[in-house]
């Protein structure tokens, strides 16, 4: 069957802060892990392409690829969740400033909106035209964030969407899913940094 490698972006500054959304740089441990996707893609894995989201966290997790200048497409359809007004804060300031909105995503994480923002659904949707251009035959690595991942992991293997917003995705991992006839696999490769 055909493949296709996807990875978070490796930890940000925002993942240690425990903040929603943003721009971040990556950490320093998110760092050493764009260095160990970067040996581990140079030495067993061939990419024509690499697509990331126009966010600095993908961009410098992708750095050390070779001939990443060549092979990168930024994709604004795998830009992060919109948070909207809550951009920015930590979970917890989101919690003290807006209780009740808070627990509105709490309840209804699927379908819950940021004000000016998306919701996973909407995030579902925006990544439909990127899903058919993936399934071109090229070999190609996605370098995303969790939520789009999510839903990106959720179409390949029809899961059901009440579940989505709960899609575990590792940090440090390399995602490795093989098309066959319908019945996507998701194989997991640690990095571990
Ligand atoms: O920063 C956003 C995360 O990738 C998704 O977080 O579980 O709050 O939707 P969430």
Redesign the pocket.
């Known amino acids: 069957g055909r493949v296709l490698y996807i990875t978070r972006h490796g930890e940000s500054m925002y993942n240690l802060e425990n903040r929603?959304?943003g721009n971040p740089s990556l950490s320093n441990r998110g760092q050493q892990y764009a260095q160990k996707l970067g040996q581990y893609v140079n030495k067993n894995l061939k990419f024509d392409k690499v697509w990331t989201s126009e966010l600095s966290r993908t961009l410098e997790t992708s750095a050390h690829i070779k001939d990443i200048e060549k092979k990168r497409i930024m994709k604004p359809e795998l830009n992060?969740?919109m948070s909207g007004i809550f951009d920015d804060l930590s979970y917890e300031e989101f919690k003290d400033q807006s209780p009740i909105e808070y627990k509105e995503r709490e309840l209804n994480?699927l379908t819950y909106r940021y004000p000016e923002g998306e919701s996973y659904l909407d995030v579902c949707s925006r990544i439909e035209p990127v899903m058919s251009e993936m399934d071109t035959g090229e070999n190609l690595l996605v370098i995303c964030?969790?939520?789009v991942i999510r839903c990106i992991l959720a179409r390949l293997q029809r899961t059901p969407a009440i579940e989505i917003?709960y899609i575990k995705v590792p940090l440090h991992s390399l995602l490795k899913i093989t098309y066959l006839n319908g019945q996507n696999t998701v194989e997991v490769i640690p990095l571990n940094v």
């Open positions: 929603i959304g992060e969740i994480k964030h969790q939520a917003p």
